[in-house]
């Protein structure tokens, strides 16, 4: 008889390795399924992991992008870390970054084409407002009806594609292009544009907002009553009720905190990087902020170095598709052996496999 049985005490040690054991076993993975794929696996390896920086030939490109691709990574994910380590469990943050950037590009699109400073933090304050009023319906039917903010805020995630959709084909429509559906391009609108603060360098003010999300998330899981009600919720939820510890007003604010950072990505997303609203927008970052923090071990600084490397996938992943022709689905695959790795290595150092004899009748 198999019997799985808690370990009392896990490994420290395994627990800080497993993140790059789960990677160097993803490469091992991956390049199985590449290779099934009839395509050279090293060389695919090398150009996911290695080319995009260290290449000279794609380095120009790719090292801006980076930035670019990780900061919407790691804004998320700072937030998802919050909640996780509450045991708040906000799956649903695409869905937030998706309403964020329709809320920011409204609000410049209805300035549109008065020039002012005033309108790039008003599409700040819109896409903040939009991620954390869309996280607040998993959190109110979860605290006033105790549903599952599991699976609320998952399906939210199809209501908010749908409504991308048809903001992209109606209200937020270009009405200077007949037939093709999509905003007007908020890089040609000089307001609203969410330029390079270093020319050529991908350093925008949506990498500033990620870098002050990981100080405020450091210090107040660190230094603040709030992150001590955060953990101690999540690891004896029991001890923070006696300690006086609201569960309800945790899940608004965990939940209310990843909203406004989703809803940041996104708009700092569709006013730079994207530019425009389109059907396409939704690009999967909030379901890959997921493995992200995760990979972080939900520790800010960590959540940093997760989100560099998976943002390294992203350009990685598009260079491989270019050059070798591999689908865009294998590398989404990819990422997602990441996660399954690090949660398997984590299984068995949590827990391990107790065999016994059967009772005898």
Not at 41 to 50: E, G, N
Not at 55 to 61: L, N, V
Request: charged share 10%.
């Amino acid at each position: 008889m198999i019997r799985l049985e808690k370990r009392l005490a896990p490994s420290k040690r395994a627990q800080y390795l497993n993140p790059f054991l789960a990677v160097l076993l993803t490469m091992i993975a991956g390049g199985l399924m590449f290779a099934a794929l009839g395509k050279d696996p090293v060389a695919a390896i090398r150009l996911i992991f290695f080319d995009p920086i260290f290449s000279e030939q794609f380095g120009s490109y790719s090292r801006p992008q980076l930035l670019i691709k990780s900061a919407p990574l790691i804004l998320i994910a700072v937030g998802l870390a919050i909640g996780f380590r509450a045991g708040i469990w906000n799956i649903g943050a695409e869905g937030q970054y998706i309403i964020g950037a329709l809320c920011g590009a409204g609000v410049a699109l209805a300035f549109y084409p008065v020039e002012g400073w005033y309108i790039f933090p008003l599409m700040v304050i819109a896409g903040a407002l939009g991620g954390f009023l869309w996280a607040m319906i998993p959190a109110i039917l979860k605290t006033r009806f105790n549903t599952n903010e599991i699976l609320v805020s998952l399906l939210l995630v199809y209501v908010a594609e749908r409504l991308l959709a048809g903001m992209a084909l109606g209200l937020l429509r270009n009405p200077d292009v007949a037939g093709f559906p999509g905003s007007r391009d908020l890089r040609r609108y000089e307001s609203a544009h969410n330029a390079d603060l270093i020319a050529n360098t991908g350093m925008h003010w949506g990498v500033v907002a990620a870098m002050i999300a990981v100080i405020f998330a450091y210090v107040m899981m660190t230094r603040h009553s709030l992150g001590y009600q955060v953990q101690l919720a999540g690891q004896a939820p029991r001890a923070a009720r006696f300690a006086g510890v609201s569960p309800a007003r945790l899940v608004v604010i965990c939940l209310g905190i990843s909203g406004v950072l989703a809803g940041l990505a996104g708009m700092f997303e569709v006013s730079g990087p994207s530019g425009q609203v389109r059907i396409d927008f939704a690009s999967g970052y909030g379901f890959t902020a997921i493995i992200v923090a995760f990979l972080g071990r939900l520790n800010p600084i960590g959540i940093v170095l997760a989100g560099l490397l998976l943002g390294l996938t992203y350009i990685g992943g598009e260079l491989s598709q270019m050059m070798l022709q591999l689908p865009g689905a294998a590398i989404q695959v990819f990422q997602g052996m990441l996660l399954f790795f690090l949660l398997a290595l984590d299984f068995q150092t949590n827990y391990r496999l107790r065999f016994t004899k059967g009772a005898r009748a």
